[in-house]
């Protein structure tokens, strides 16, 4: 079992592109999560999908959205990047509403 | 709404020292409590959970925590830590069962030989 596996492990961007993440969450999951942990603190709660919607969403802006796919696979995309999006992006899957949820190994993102 | 303080943003011991991370929490209804740790340039790796029953919950890797509904606190507890400890550690609440984790700012241990 690979667990949850994310793409790419780093990337830099500039000001004003646009970024997509990729999740792929542990076999026999179906619920994504997507955080955003900034240097020195705890991660952030930006959204939650299942069954292909958006379930939760925390006190992000409209740049940051989402997709998850029929496979369970999800993506989350920031658009017109700032310099304060630089952070280690975290997906969690889980089993429908077990509260156990797995991390990937995050993606981090550098807007220069 | 929830928020979780962890009380130590850094807290240094010696190997084979006990150690105690402290975690409080505020929330108008009953959450479920965990405690994650994450090593350098990793993800978050579950320790411990509490859903319901006994407060006294034991952990991977030697850790254990109390959850103290009274004093609204989870603190984290090892005996004896080791040099491999060393990492940061997270409190995390949530009020549904799958729901979004709210996280504390973290505590980062530091064992020392």
């Known amino acids: 079992d690979a667990g949850v596996t994310q793409s790419p492990t780093h990337l830099i961007k500039t000001r004003g592109q646009q970024v997509t993440l990729r999740c792929s969450p542990k076999?026999?999951?179906?619920?994504v999560s997507w955080y955003q942990q900034a240097l020195g603190q705890g991660p952030q709660f930006i959204f939650q999908?299942?069954?292909?919607?958006?379930?939760q969403r925390g006190n992000f802006p409209d740049r940051f959205s989402g997709h998850q796919f029929p496979n369970y696979s999800s993506e989350l995309n920031v658009n017109a990047l700032l310099l304060g999006d630089s952070a280690l992006y975290l997906c969690?899957?889980?089993?429908?509403?077990?509260?156990?949820?797995?991390f990937g190994q995050g993606t981090r993102l550098t807007v220069v | 709404a929830q928020s979780v303080t962890q009380l130590d943003s850094q807290v240094p011991v010696f190997e084979e020292a006990p150690v105690e991370l402290r975690c409080n929490y505020s929330?108008?209804?009953?959450?479920?409590l965990f405690w994650y740790v994450q090593y350098p340039n990793q993800g978050l790796q579950l320790l411990l959970k509490?859903?319901?029953?006994?407060?006294l919950v034991k952990g991977i890797n030697g850790f254990e925590a109390e959850f103290n509904k009274s004093q609204t606190s989870f603190h984290l507890r090892k005996p004896s830590v080791h040099i491999s400890d060393t990492a940061e550690y997270f409190c995390a609440v949530t009020p549904n069962q799958g729901g979004k984790l709210i996280f504390g700012q973290g505590t980062e241990l530091s064992v020392k030989p």
């Open positions: 509490y859903l319901s029953g006994s407060t």
């Open positions: 969690a899957s889980s089993e429908g509403t077990n509260t156990e949820a797995f």
């Open positions: 999908y299942y069954e292909e919607e958006e379930r």
């Open positions: 929330s108008s209804v009953s959450v479920y």
């Open positions: 076999s026999g999951h179906d619920t």
